[in-house]
């Protein structure tokens, strides 16, 4: 058997110093700004490297381009601003806007920012960048208020296969321990329909 060739990863999105995994998902909640607004913002206006960033892990003077996509949006607020490493424009009524990006000592500010949010709700963006043939995204989850997650039986803010854990350990068990939202499908009772329900969220399955 023939191992397949592994290219080097390039680059890599990084938050608060972490590797994000490709396609991992950036949750922030919002706050108020220095200006006394309600805002979800990437890069934390004291130590923005610290935020959102493109980290270049070989090569040198990278240039490459950059697409956000605003999938989802009910917080209403003022503006929406992206910046990437220093080139800014507010995104309007714009739902897709590519950018040209270089890295600077090795690394490029990805900073995104939904300001003065009028509404609770959430907006979900995808970033994704590509340098040469290699692109890698992530997902900008900003939330206000308290907003159910479908799919999240035991309340972590996610979707994932600790939900239908919890749902089996109630039914099979009625160990309701890491049940905060059970019924998933809005029938009235905890069934193995919701663990059908959670499990078709998961898979992506409409
Ligand atoms: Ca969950
Ligand atoms: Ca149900």
């Not at 590519?98 to 609770?120: H, W």
């Not at 068990?173 to 193995?192: F, K, L, P, R």
Request: a negative charge.
């Amino acid at each position: 058997m023939s191992v397949p060739a592994v290219l080097a990863q390039t680059f890599e999105f990084r938050y608060h110093g972490e590797p994000v995994p490709d396609g991992g998902t950036v949750t922030i909640f919002a706050e108020m700004n220095e200006f006394d607004e309600l805002a979800c913002e990437t890069n934390p206006p004291l130590d923005p490297g610290n935020g959102l960033i493109l980290s270049l892990l070989a090569g040198a003077n990278a240039t490459g381009n950059a697409t956000i996509v605003i999938e989802e949006n009910t917080l209403s607020p003022d503006r929406i601003l992206w910046c990437m490493g220093g080139s800014c424009m507010q995104l309007g009524s714009k739902t897709s806007v590519t950018k040209d990006f270089t890295f600077k000592e090795g690394i490029v500010l990805t900073q995104f920012d939904a300001i003065n949010i009028r509404s609770e709700g959430v907006l979900l963006a995808t970033l994704s960048a590509t340098v040469g043939t290699e692109t890698h995204s992530v997902i900008i989850k900003f939330v206000n208020g308290d907003v159910a997650v479908a799919g999240d039986v035991n309340g972590d803010g996610e979707c994932t296969g600790s939900d239908v854990t919890a749902l089996y350990n109630y039914i099979l068990y009625n160990d309701s321990s890491a049940i905060v939202t059970g019924d998933q499908n809005g029938d009235g009772e905890i069934t193995g329909s919701d663990v059908t329900a959670v499990y078709n969220i998961i898979l992506g399955v409409e």
